[in-house]
């Protein structure tokens, strides 16, 4: 059989990289759009082979680099990545007979590093935000540098300044979505990470169409959206160029969350959680005229974020978002629970708001983060230290040596954290307190947050 896209029949996988032949789809969105006569399309990124938006930019990285001659036979590959450029240039190395180093954020989902690992990648967890920080000197971007620097054999291609990033998406996204719509597209929204994106497809679809509007959508700072930026960590990424686009937006990580929710409730499409930060973003600039044809990346689907929508989603799996990994509290922890209610005692927890208040006062409470270091690296209450629930007994020494000291637990929440208050209690503790509904209440309640490298 000869390979033909009309029909979906492909030699080999990579024949299915999309390109302005063979796009990636274009589906409109109903439901949760508040328009009677514009249109609003997302175009579905985990088309793509390997499961992004990504997939362009890392088959054209390493086309771009053999032309040049800088990556051949027995050269390696190291790339600092949030995941999704590490996951398809993982498969084009697999593909092409390289192997593939991936300095990357501890903080990125586990569903993203467990798979790096299985596509075969060398993966190195470091210190760092959700998007590698280019200034930080122990994070991803500073590791792959020094890596490439060091050893002759490795090649590091660095998305994050390199022109095949944004051409993969001048030479393709643009050119699609520019057929796609017959030309009728007026509006063009991305997220910002690299701004490959956003800076490729909007520079073609402008030379198409000088009015073609481009909109540019980053997260909060602290945010919990793998893949974008804040606005502060934009001014570090080469591509990205603010002069040529018309709007840019702040998103929260709770409006982009309520926004993915929405389009798999909604719409059944299965997006991620920077689909909806983008869409969020891009309908405060799009009006409700006719003849309004807005496209939006969507740029990888739910599917990876399993561990993020358990700690925004508490109430859909409280037993992961506690934390404690486990799906049902042991007979122990039934025990100690039922102890503690009986126990009643409205001092034994502390409420977001007057925890918040008292880390304002003078005597600040010691406030221990109970959960695995893991969840505690992607999101946390500022100030606090992490001591995983089970080593609290082999850390006693790391609490106050004051038996008075104002201490307060917190888990994802509240549940755990609890029953480690009575274990405190029994070392001598005499004020120590559960945070009520724990780090889940404190994000709802729009309190302050850390994230790795923050
Ligand atoms: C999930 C996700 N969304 C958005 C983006 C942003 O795309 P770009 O890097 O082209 O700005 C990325 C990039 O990694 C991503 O992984």
Redesign the pocket.
């Known amino acids: 059989m000869a390979e033909d896209q009309n029909l979906r029949v492909y030699d080999s996988i990579v024949g299915l990289l999309s390109s302005e032949e063979n796009p990636t789809p274009l589906v409109r969105l109903n439901r949760v759009i508040p328009y009677k006569h514009a249109q609003i399309y997302a175009k579905l990124e985990w088309y793509n082979p390997f499961g992004?938006?990504?997939d362009r930019i890392a088959a054209n990285m390493v086309r771009d680099a053999e032309e040049r001659g800088t990556l051949g036979p027995g050269k390696k590959l190291v790339e600092p990545t949030?995941?999704?450029?590490g996951l398809g240039l993982a498969m084009i190395a697999n593909a092409k007979g390289y192997t593939l180093q991936t300095p990357l954020s501890a903080a990125i989902p586990l569903e993203k590093r467990t798979v790096l690992r299985f596509f075969g990648s060398n993966v190195i967890e470091l210190d760092d935000t959700l998007c590698p920080a280019p200034g930080a000197p122990e994070g991803a971007i500073a590791s792959a540098m020094r890596t490439a620097e060091s050893e002759p054999d490795f090649v590091m291609l660095n998305q994050y300044q390199n022109e095949a990033n944004l051409l993969a998406h001048y030479r393709t996204t643009g050119p699609e979505i520019w057929r796609q719509t017959q030309g009728k597209v007026t509006h063009f929204i991305a997220?910002?990470?690299?701004?490959?994106?956003?800076t490729g497809t909007g520079r073609f679809l402008k030379e198409k169409r000088r009015d073609v509007k481009v909109v540019g959508v980053y997260a909060e700072d602290g945010h919990d959206i793998?893949?974008?930026r804040s606005q502060r960590q934009l001014a570090q990424t080469k591509l990205y160029r603010p002069d040529e686009y018309d709007h840019t937006t702040e998103v929260t990580t709770r409006e982009s969350f309520d926004m993915c929710f929405r389009l798999n409730r909604e719409e059944s499409i299965i997006a991620?959680p920077?689909s909806g930060m983008a869409l969020v973003g891009g309908l405060r600039f799009v009006p409700d005229e006719p003849g309004v044809v807005a496209v939006v990346i969507f740029?990888?689907n739910v599917f990876k974020y399993a561990s993020s929508i358990c700690r925004h989603f508490p109430d859909l799996c409280p037993a992961v978002a506690s934390g404690d990994g486990q799906a049902a509290p042991s007979k122990n922890e039934q025990f100690l629970e039922r102890m503690f209610e009986n126990l009643k005692n409205p001092y034994d927890t502390v409420r977001v708001d007057d925890l918040r208040q008292s880390l304002q006062a003078a005597n600040k409470p010691f406030v221990v983060d109970v959960r695995e270091s893991e969840l505690y690296a992607q999101l946390r209450i500022p100030d606090s230290i992490n001591i995983p629930m089970q080593e609290i007994p082999d850390r006693s020494a790391e609490f106050p040596e004051d038996r008075e000291a104002p201490i307060v637990l917190v888990c994802g929440i509240g549940k755990f954290s609890k029953h480690w208050t009575l274990y405190l209690k029994s070392m001598g503790y005499r004020n120590v307190r559960s945070l009520k509904g724990g780090v889940s209440e404190w994000v709802r309640k729009g309190c302050p947050t850390q994230s790795a490298g923050a």
């Open positions: 992004a938006v990504k949030s995941g999704n450029t997220g910002m990470g690299t701004c490959g994106t956003i793998p893949g974008v991620g920077s740029p990888d």
